[in-house]
């Protein structure tokens, strides 16, 4: 399995450099067409309106507006590109986390981040499901994220390719009474738009520097960041699916008490809440469809999971 995924992630590799290289090339391309048709009035007028733009340089992030779904697009391809350096490149310092066990019974490789900007981690494993199945799981963060309080699309709006961009409201438990909750106000991105036909959703939070529209305000929670994250599903021959998950977040450490911190600082803790719980949770659902895991007595898997999920909250 570890020679496949190496393969697997070789090739990705190289989509994704191909991708970033087409991602600055599209952005290039309409800033030269932003500065061309300002004015055509006369060719003089062009070149003072050049030399003002480079003595007063735009933000490379305007602000964009919630309305305008061409500017969210652009802010989706962005944090595409950025999550797949991350899945299957080297954006980010990875370390293989260890006293994982081997066997079939692993989570496959998980990695979580060193030296980077908030905390991270990473996963690469097989499922027996399909991609589509895999992301209809994935996207309930409700019934396998056990600190998530809740989740709501406040708008969507369906691409020219096929894709979905949601914008999403998230509250999370706190760890402990001594420090507020954390919230995320995100752009997530649903594509399948890659050449090989692999299902992506991507999650980005929404700031100042991102762009894009104001979150809803609220009390009581700190505004956390998530930095570009999510799920590549890629279709395996003959059935089920192999799962890229990363997960990225910037917790605030800055506003929880110097003895908290460490709960906020930890890779490993997003590794265990997060990433490992996501395969934990689509795999468990993958064994009761293929029947390896049966249940006596009538019991019905779906509402074992519910009562496990209101338990842990």
């Not at 981040?113 to 494993?125: D, F, I, K, L, T």
């Amino acid at each position: 399995m570890n020679k496949l995924l190496m393969e697997e992630n070789d090739r990705l590799q190289k989509q994704v450099s191909h991708l970033v290289y087409e991602n600055g090339y599209m952005r290039q391309q309409l800033h030269t067409a932003s500065a061309t048709t300002t004015d055509n009035s006369c060719e003089s007028v062009v070149m003072s309106g050049q030399n003002q733009q480079q003595q007063n340089p735009t933000p490379q992030h305007p602000q964009k507006d919630a309305n305008n779904p061409a500017s969210l697009l652009v802010i989706a391809e962005e944090t595409l590109a950025e999550f797949l350096s991350k899945a299957t490149g080297t954006a980010v310092d990875w370390v293989q986390m260890i006293g994982m066990k081997p066997g079939p019974d692993s989570m496959g490789i998980v990695a979580v981040s060193r030296n980077c900007s908030g905390v991270a981690a990473r996963a690469c494993g097989l499922v027996s499901l399909e991609p589509t199945k895999v992301a209809e799981i994935l996207k309930d963060r409700l019934s396998w994220f056990h600190d998530c309080r809740c989740v709501e699309v406040l708008s969507s709006i369906t691409t020219g390719s096929g894709g979905k961009i949601e914008l999403i409201y998230m509250q999370t438990y706190a760890p402990t009474t001594l420090a507020a909750a954390r919230d995320f106000w995100t752009l997530r991105y649903t594509t399948t738009s890659l050449e090989d036909g692999s299902l992506v959703i991507c999650e980005r939070s929404l700031t100042n520097s991102t762009g894009g529209p104001t979150g809803p305000p609220t009390s009581g929670f700190v505004r956390a960041e998530m930095l570009p994250s999510g799920y590549l599903v890629r279709p395996c021959e003959g059935g089920g699916s192999i799962i890229h998950i990363v997960d990225h977040v910037d917790l605030d450490v800055c506003s929880v008490p110097e003895v908290l911190r460490p709960l906020y600082e930890s890779s490993k803790m997003i590794a265990q809440k997060m990433t490992m719980a996501a395969f934990r949770h689509i795999r468990q659902i993958a064994q009761e469809t293929s029947g390896e895991i049966q249940y006596g007595g009538g019991r019905q898997p779906a509402v074992l999971r519910t009562f496990s999920q209101r338990l842990c909250r």
